[in-house]
Each structure stands twice: as C-alpha cells, then as structure tokens.
C-alpha cells in the first residue's frame, strides 16, 4: 500500500522513486508512473457534482498547457465521491512525436483535496494506434496535416512546427480500443488508475473531515 498515513492504495508492484513532505512517486516495470499529493487547501469554484463546470474548468486548464482533456468524470474511491479527469500532452522528451497520458483523481477532504497522477509517456514507434483506428473507422485524424504545404528550412523546424500543433480528442483516443492496444501509454494509464480506485482507502480522520456540514464545498451532499 502507498506509505501515507490518509490515502491508501496498492503499490505492491512498484518501486518508490521520489519522497518528500508534499508527495510520493513511484514507478513500475510497465512504464507507469503514480504521484500521491498530500492533501492541501483547494479554492475550486465548483462543487465536485457540476461535472459541466469542471469539465470547462478542467479543459481551459489543460489547454493553457498545451494539452487536451479526454474524459472528466465523477467517481467513488474509498467511500467518497471524487472527480477523475484523463489528459493528453505531447511527450517532454526532446525531439519525440510521441504523447504522455494523464489520469489525475481528485478527492475532496474537508477543505483540502488529495490528488493521485497515473503517468504514461509514449515511446519508440509512434502513431500506430491513431493510424489504425483511422483505417479501421475510415475517419481522419482531427490533427491531420494542412492541405497547404508548409516549408521548413530544417528537420528541427519541422518537428517544432509538429510539436506546436493544437491536440485534439481523437476516436482512437476512445476506450474501446484500449484492449486492442493494452501496451499503449493510454491503455496501461486506464488500467492503472482502474486498479488503484479498486485497492484505494481513506484514513478514519480524513472521512470525518470529508462529512457533509464540514465545509461549503460539500453542501449539495
């Protein structure tokens, strides 16, 4: 189980890489990192039943980075009700096509929140699921190159250009292809996350903290 007093959840196959008073980090041989924050203040403007507005909230916030936001979801773990959210990003590792896949479980105790990332960066070759599924559904991928040609003075230059395109939510990026695919960064981050809501607990202190005429957040429970 992860070694945090509040939340718990099965780490049994992982290794603990990263450690200090703010989070955990561990990672496993499937190429899957997990990150544990400690629980801290949070000033959303939401409560975590207005999945509409979390789902714009969520999605400006990924946007503003770079990113796009796949799925936002309300879930239970542990006996609370917490918001689960899955992104995409492009890959920071120099020079790679490839993208990093985010699944991040929010959990509301009291008037703080306990943030778990499941990680996965996409590596060697690139594109295989996306160009399958296109063939496969006879769709175009929705970051298609423009019809008008574009001339770079250098490959550096094409790959910036490439890399400093808009992401897009495509149907490959859609869970029914995830067993088609199971060692895609996508597939394992769904999986993953899958598993630790499965194992997760919350501390008796932090339930207490979490219940209903505790704090405003919660006052549509």
Sequence with gaps: MSSNSSVKFDVSDCTLREQSEEHFGWSNANGVYIVLRVPKSTNWS??????????RYFSQQSASNGGVLLEMDVVS?????????LFKYRSPLPQSMGMMFVSILWIRLGDATAQINVESIEQGTTGVREATVCVMTGESPASASPNVPVLMDSIEDMFADMRARPLHVLPSDNSQYDQMFPDHPLSKVRHRMAQLEATLSIGAKEVALAAPGQAPWWKFW
């Design 46 to 55: 939401f409560d975590v039943h207005d999945i509409d507005t979390a789902t």
């Design 77 to 85: 773990v542990g006996g609370q009700t917490a918001l689960r959210g």
